[in-house]
């Protein structure tokens, strides 16, 4: 879909879709490349790779490895064995934003069709967060629509409460009402039936995203970035990875590994702190997120030649990096703040004249202000 202040369209893609489409692509273009479905990868004993393949264990003899395993990467964990500088930072969860989720389809032909077809939808029941189930559904390219019911872990309604698709129906009528309507009674027993799933936790690999041992070893996408996916940076940002890694192979040179990790290494290796950060304030509490929205949203409208919008929006600029965005919005916190102390002094100041002033008509009466 086509957005205001942005300069390319958005497009929602099914992950298994994603994947197929990257297949066909590898395929057509680099005929030469062999792929093979279902292997884990078991770690790296000096120049060999050991994988396991259809219940075979085996090593194979590599020059140059690319880990892009996923959240709990095997290889990410070997290279914090091999170097120093290469290790797995954690943050701490937000436990007061703790959630799981189930998915949940939508029909098209039971969909209204005064409805869109090209927005998502959005809903939450309850105020508090802590207590609230939230409905997030995006279409598909066929008109179908893939919700996402998220609640918190201990919340019981979409889970032991929910046996059979009848119960599931009169739960989500109860919840979502305008929404149930939309849902067949196969899929409400596939959803009786799932279970919750977690969302992955913040963690960026660093400071440095390759190890040069005796082989060389990059890591990208989610196995050094792992974020929440609201906002798709997870996968978009993992296509810049693949790109940034591209660049440093041309620019070093053929089979020049060491100096194309570093290089790589070197352009990546703080986007990826940056943008675990910035993901993680998203799910903050009020002080943490809701409130610098509301700051940057009013200094933005009032000075927009001092101050950005906010980091949200930002981050939709395909024209500036994370820590660009990261560093933008220390320069607006530290601009804001010095504001507001600033206007509090005005007033302050204010409210004591005219104060003064009032004092006078009332003789005999007397205030000690503070010595500042």
């Given at each position: 879909t086509e957005a205001v202040g942005r300069n390319y369209p958005t497009m929602v893609?099914?992950?298994?879709?994603?994947?197929?489409?990257?297949?066909?692509?590898l395929r057509s273009k680099y005929p030469t490349v062999s792929i093979q479905h279902e292997v884990e990868c078991l770690g790296c004993n000096g120049r060999s790779l050991l994988k396991k393949c259809q219940g075979q264990e085996e090593s194979v003899e590599v020059e140059f490895v690319v880990a892009a395993d996923g959240v709990n990467s095997t290889l990410t964990t070997a290279m914090s064995c091999m170097s120093s500088e290469f290790n797995v930072n954690k943050l701490e969860p937000n436990l007061e934003r703790e959630v799981v989720y189930?998915?949940?389809?939508?029909?098209?032909?039971?969909?209204?069709?005064?409805?869109?077809?090209?927005?998502n939808f959005s809903a939450r029941q309850g105020e508090d967060l802590s207590k609230s189930i939230t409905f997030e559904a995006l279409p598909t390219r066929e008109g179908n629509v893939v919700a996402v019911l998220l609640f918190n872990p201990s919340d019981d309604r979409l889970t032991s409460q929910v046996k059979t698709a009848e119960e599931a129906r009169t739960q989500l009528t109860n919840l979502f009402p305008q929404f149930a309507g939309c849902v067949s009674d196969a899929e409400f027993e596939n959803f009786a039936r799932r279970q919750p799933s977690r969302l992955p936790s913040f963690a960026y690999a660093g400071p440095s995203l390759h190890v040069n041992a005796a082989v060389s070893m990059v890591a990208l996408g989610d196995s050094i970035h792992s974020v929440k996916p609201y906002f798709g940076l997870g996968v978009n940002s993992a296509f810049e990875d693949v790109i940034c890694l591209k660049n440093s192979l041309?620019?070093?040179?053929?089979?020049?590994?060491?100096?194309?990790?570093?290089?790589?290494?070197?352009?990546?290796?703080?986007?990826?702190e940056a943008l675990v950060t910035l993901s993680a304030s998203f799910d903050g509490n009020f002080f943490q997120f809701v409130l610098p929205l509301i700051l940057d949203g009013i200094f933005s409208n009032l000075l927009p030649q001092v101050f950005a919008?906010?980091?949200?929006?930002?981050?939709?600029?395909?024209?500036?990096?994370?820590?660009?965005?990261?560093?933008?919005?220390?320069?607006?916190?530290?601009?804001?703040?010095?504001?507001?102390?600033?206007?509090l002094w005005v007033f302050g100041q204010i409210f004591i004249g005219v104060f003064g002033q009032v004092a006078q008509f009332f003789p005999g009466f007397s205030v000690k202000w503070p010595s500042w």
């Open positions: 893609i099914q992950r298994d879709r994603l994947a197929a489409v990257l297949l066909e692509e189930k998915t949940l389809g939508l029909d098209k032909d039971r969909i209204p069709r005064t409805w869109r077809r090209d927005l041309d620019e070093a040179g053929p089979r020049q590994w060491e100096q194309a990790a570093q290089l790589y290494s070197a352009e990546r290796g703080k986007e990826a919008v906010n980091a949200i929006r930002m981050l939709q600029s395909e024209e500036m990096k994370f820590t660009e965005v990261v560093a933008r919005k220390r320069q607006d916190r530290i601009l804001q703040g010095v504001l507001i102390l600033l206007l």
